[in-house]
C-alpha cells in the first residue's frame, strides 16, 4: 500500500478485540459490542428459517439503527440477498453514509465490501473473520474503520451451520463442494 501523511492519519489498520487495552481511535468498541445483538438476532432469525445464518445491520455512529437484514439465499432463492445488502436496502435512501456503521455478524465477501466503498459507508463492525476473512482488511487499507470483535457467539453460531450443511455454505462463498447438502 502507498501511503502519505494523510493517509496515515485515517487509520489503514483492522483494529482486533484482542488488541485491548489500546482504544480505537473513533468507534466505541463496547457500544460496537452492543449494536453486535442485532445483526446475531438476524443470523439467528435466519437459522430458525432454514437459512444461512449471516445477520447485519446499519447504523448511524451514534447508535441510531437504520436498517437490518439477513442472508437469505435460501429463503429467497436469491443469491444477492446478503446479509450487508438487506440491511443496506431495508434502511431506505440516505444522501451520506459517512457517518453510518455497517455491523455484519462475519467478515464481509467481495460483494459487500464493494457495497461499503461504493457508498462510502464510514466504519465496519466484524463479528468474526474466523470462519471467513472476506475483504474487511482491503477495506481499512481504504480509510474504513474496521474493528473485528471475534465473537464467539458469532463464530458457534455460523460455524455450526457450516458443519451440518457444507454444500450450501460453498455455494454461498462461491467455492467448488461436491458434498451433498
Ligand atoms: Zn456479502
Avoid: K
Avoid at 468498541?29 to 447485519?56: H, N, Y
Wanted: hydrophobic letters at 35%.
Amino acid at each position: 500500500m502507498v501511503t502519505n501523511g494523510t493517509e496515515s492519519t485515517r487509520g489503514d489498520q483492522v483494529w482486533r478485540a484482542g488488541d485491548r487495552p489500546h482504544r480505537h481511535p473513533r468507534l466505541d468498541v463496547d457500544a460496537a459490542q452492543r449494536l453486535l445483538e442485532v445483526a446475531i438476532e438476524e443470523a439467528r432469525a435466519g437459522l430458525a428459517e432454514g437459512g444461512i445464518p449471516i445477520g447485519a445491520a446499519l447504523f448511524h455512529r451514534d447508535g441510531t439503527l437504520l436498517g437490518r437484514g439477513r442472508n437469505r439465499r435460501v429463503q429467497d432463492g436469491d443469491p444477492s440477498v446478503h446479509a450487508e445488502t438487506a440491511a443496506f436496502r431495508d434502511a431506505g435512501r440516505r444522501r451520506d453514509y459517512a457517518d453510518c456503521v455497517m455491523v455484519t455478524t462475519l467478515s464481509p465477501c467481495w460483494y459487500c465490501s464493494g457495497l461499503v466503498r461504493q457508498f462510502g459507508i464510514g466504519g465496519v463492525v466484524v463479528g468474526e473473520d474466523r470462519t471467513f476473512s472476506g475483504g474487511h482488511e482491503w477495506l481499512a487499507e481504504h480509510g474504513v474503520e474496521v474493528v473485528v470483535l471475534d465473537d464467539p457467539s458469532c463464530t458457534e453460531l455460523l460455524g455450526g451451520f457450516v458443519a451440518a450443511h457444507p454444500a450450501l455454505w460453498h455455494e454461498d462463498i462461491g467455492v467448488e463442494d461436491r458434498t451433498e447438502d
